[in-house]
Structure formats: structure tokens, C-alpha cells
């Protein structure tokens, strides 16, 4: 299968190169992913810096690990991108206008709101995941097989981070 990509630009991309080249179908949902990604670890970062209150110090680490995951879960698919032939647009206005997560709060936020937002988030991207996995899995499971170990990683850590505020 071969394509023709155009970038932002105009100029051709490397579609053309011999092997397996994401049909614009596949990019468009491996880029829906990319941009949940990116969005979801600035949004943690974002929660790192302004959280306060009960049991600040292990929700401000666990955040750190969140940013980690979703940062290199986003690398990844970008590279997945790439090795594709596609174009992976991570730039902050794209992000922007592409993200499903909806937007964090300005300001201080107590520990309790943040579990609750930082899960809504890693729901949120796991909602994208999920909903672009089928036809991902159908024209290239190599591609699935990696968001389904994303997936495994985003609903552990909303299992974490959200049995802060079960109370039983």
C-alpha cells in the first residue's frame, strides 16, 4: 500500500518509500491519539506544580509518574508515526484544537478535585484509544498491539490515582 502525505507546508513527505505506509485513516488515528498523549501529560504536569493539601507529596510524585507514561507512550506512537511514513504533528496549536481531554483549571487545586480531574483525563485518553483501536487493529494490529499496552498502562494509573478517593 502506498500514499501520497502532504505536510502543513505543502511539501511531500517520505510516504513513497518502499514497505508499509499508514493509510490516512491510520495517521489520522494514530495522531487523534498523539495529540491525547501530549495533552494528558502537560495537563499532569500542570497538576503537579498546583496541587495542595492531604497527602500532597505522594499525589505530587504520581503525577510525575503519570507525565512519565504519557510522555513516553507519546514518543511512541509518534515514532509508530514516522516508521510509517506518516506525519506526527505534535505542535502545541495542534494539540490544541485536536485534543478530547477536556481543559485542566487554572490555579491551586486541592489533592481531592485533582484526583478526580487527572482520572476524568486518563479516561478521556483511554476513551480515544479505545475508540480508534478496531480500525487501527484491522489495517495494522503491530500498530494496536502498542495501544493496547497504552491503554494497560493509562488504566493502571487511574486505578492508582483514583483509590485516593474511595472511601469504603
Given at each position: 500500500?502506498?500514499?501520497?502525505?502532504?505536510?502543513?507546508?505543502?511539501?511531500?513527505?517520505?510516504?513513497?518509500?518502499?514497505?508499509?505506509?499508514?493509510?490516512?485513516?491510520?495517521?489520522?488515528?494514530?495522531?487523534?491519539?498523539?495529540?491525547?498523549?501530549?495533552?494528558?501529560?502537560?495537563?499532569?504536569?500542570?497538576?503537579?506544580?498546583?496541587?495542595?493539601?492531604?497527602?500532597?507529596?505522594?499525589?505530587?510524585?504520581?503525577?510525575?509518574?503519570?507525565?512519565?507514561?504519557?510522555?513516553?507512550?507519546?514518543?511512541?506512537?509518534?515514532?509508530?508515526?514516522?516508521?510509517?511514513?506518516?506525519?506526527?504533528?505534535?505542535?502545541?496549536?495542534?494539540?490544541?484544537a485536536g485534543?478530547?481531554?477536556?481543559?485542566?483549571?487554572?490555579?491551586?487545586?486541592?489533592?481531592a478535585r485533582?484526583?478526580?480531574?487527572?482520572?476524568?483525563?486518563?479516561?478521556?485518553?483511554?476513551?480515544?484509544?479505545?475508540?480508534?483501536?478496531?480500525?487501527?487493529?484491522?489495517?495494522?494490529?503491530?500498530?494496536?498491539?502498542?495501544?493496547?499496552?497504552?491503554?494497560?498502562?493509562?488504566?493502571?494509573?487511574?486505578?492508582?490515582?483514583?483509590?485516593?478517593?474511595?472511601?469504603t
Open positions: 500500500m502506498t500514499s501520497t502525505y502532504v505536510s502543513a507546508s505543502g511539501k511531500r513527505s517520505d510516504a513513497d518509500v518502499p514497505g508499509f505506509n499508514a493509510s490516512p485513516a491510520l495517521a489520522a488515528s494514530l495522531q487523534a491519539v498523539l495529540v491525547d498523549l501530549i495533552e494528558l501529560h502537560l495537563q499532569a504536569k500542570q497538576a503537579h506544580w498546583n496541587v495542595v493539601g492531604r497527602n500532597f507529596r505522594d499525589l505530587h510524585l504520581q503525577l510525575d509518574e503519570i507525565v512519565d507514561v504519557a510522555r513516553g507512550a507519546s514518543d511512541t506512537i509518534a515514532e509508530r508515526l514516522r516508521a510509517l511514513h506518516a506525519i506526527a504533528d505534535g505542535r502545541s496549536d495542534t494539540v490544541a485534543t478530547t481531554l477536556p481543559a485542566f483549571p487554572a490555579g491551586v487545586q486541592d489533592t485533582v484526583v478526580d480531574l487527572v482520572v476524568n483525563r486518563l479516561r478521556a485518553a483511554v476513551a480515544t484509544l479505545r475508540g480508534v483501536h478496531d480500525s487501527v487493529d484491522a489495517e495494522d494490529p503491530t500498530s494496536a498491539d502498542l495501544l493496547h499496552g497504552i491503554i494497560e498502562g493509562l488504566e493502571k494509573q487511574a486505578w492508582m490515582v483514583g483509590a485516593e478517593n474511595v472511601r
